[in-house]
């Protein structure tokens, strides 16, 4: 795809983000939206992923270590093909499939289950190893939160990815700079991203996470590392892409009600329209 694809493709996943988390009444819109650049690029440019066959050997793997995003995902999988879009209004519904985390037993195209955090880190870095021990080409992507990287598993997963060299693991951070509890640097700073990862011996890009110029030149670096895992530190705008939601922590895990819902599908619809002038 080229960038204004990826930019419309985006609104729409972003449409079906507010849609599938007003419709559940619960959710978590903030951390999904900011995210939803990076979950565009990765399924419609960067992965080798197929919808018709989404358990393929050599498919490269994704984890969702922000497990609570899951909207963000699940809009990006439905948009991609993998399941209806028309499902998303099922969302944390009573016997939907879309659960309010990631299902990887009943959910097509989710890899891992997750959403205790912390984890999500520690399986992609397992199944980075046995893409080395099989010789196999698949790669594998796990996105973390800013605030879930306060959590100590985080570290003891990276300590292991970069002693064991793991160039097919690309660990991406989405920097949106606040948690359910506000900013980090009022709830336990993880700062410096950066040089914690570069201590952990990896290969580290800050790029900014809504610019699909930037996000292409560091899943090329990326792809062009060897000998040692890429970090990929993402700095976005929590709530990016509906106005009274960017930057504020009151969104991290409220579903909008009907008023705001129409308002913030208008903005999208606007930005859509917008992109297809150019």
Same mark, same amino acid.
């Given at each position: 795809m080229n960038k204004?694809?990826?930019?419309?493709?985006?609104?729409?996943?972003?449409?079906?983000?507010?849609?599938?988390?007003?419709?559940?009444?619960?959710?978590?819109?903030?951390?999904?939206?900011s995210a939803a650049d990076i979950f565009t690029y990765l399924y419609f440019e960067e992965m080798n992923v197929d919808p018709k066959n989404p358990k393929k050997e050599d498919r490269d793997r994704f984890v969702l270590s922000k497990g609570h995003t899951a909207p963000g995902l699940y809009s990006t999988l439905a948009v991609k093909g993998y399941f209806p879009v028309e499902d998303l209004v099922t969302l944390r519904h009573i016997g939907s499939y879309l659960q309010g985390h990631p299902d990887m037993k009943n959910i097509p195209g989710v890899d891992m289950s997750s959403g205790s955090l912390g984890q999500? %880190?520690? @399986? +992609?870095?397992?199944? =980075?190893?046995a893409g080395k021990i099989d010789h196999a080409d698949y790669?594998?992507?796990?996105?973390?939160?800013?605030?879930?990287?306060?959590?100590?598993?985080?570290?003891?997963?990276?300590?292991?990815?970069?002693?064991?060299?793991?160039d097919n693991l690309v660990v991406i951070v989405d920097n949106n700079?606040?948690?359910?509890?506000?900013?980090?640097d009022d709830v336990c700073s993880p700062y410096p991203i950066d040089k914690k990862f570069e201590a952990f011996n990896f290969h580290v890009i800050t790029i900014d996470g809504?610019?699909?110029?930037? %996000?292409? @030149? +560091?899943?090329?670096? =990326?792809?062009?590392?060897?000998?040692?895992?890429?970090?990929?530190?993402a700095k976005t705008i929590k709530g990016k892409g509906v106005s009274f939601m960017e930057d504020q922590a009151g969104w991290h895990g409220v579903a909008p009600n009907?008023?705001?819902?129409?308002?913030?599908?208008?903005?999208?619809?606007?930005a859509g329209e917008a992109l297809c002038q150019k």
């Open positions: 204004l694809e990826l930019q419309k493709t985006a609104v729409e996943v972003r449409k079906g983000i507010v849609t599938s988390v007003h419709s559940a009444k619960a959710g978590h819109p903030g951390g999904s939206l999500g %880190i520690s @399986a +992609a870095v397992g199944m =980075a190893i790669r594998v992507y796990t996105l973390l939160g800013d605030g879930e990287i306060e959590e100590g598993q985080v570290w003891e997963a990276s300590m292991l990815a970069g002693f064991r060299k793991l700079d606040l948690q359910i509890d506000g900013r980090l809504n610019d699909f110029d930037q %996000i292409d @030149a +560091a899943f090329k670096e =990326a792809r062009e590392t060897k000998g040692m895992p890429t970090a990929i530190i009907d008023e705001q819902y129409a308002l913030a599908m208008e903005e999208l619809e606007k």
